[in-house]
């Protein structure tokens, strides 16, 4: 979970704005 903790952060990021 390594490779998919940084495109799930950046979901994250973008749906919190």
């Given at each position: 979970m390594s490779?998919?903790?940084?495109?799930?952060?950046?979901?994250?990021?973008?749906?919190?704005s």
């Amino acid at each position: 979970m390594s490779f998919g903790n940084q495109s799930l952060r950046r979901t994250n990021f973008a749906s919190l704005s």
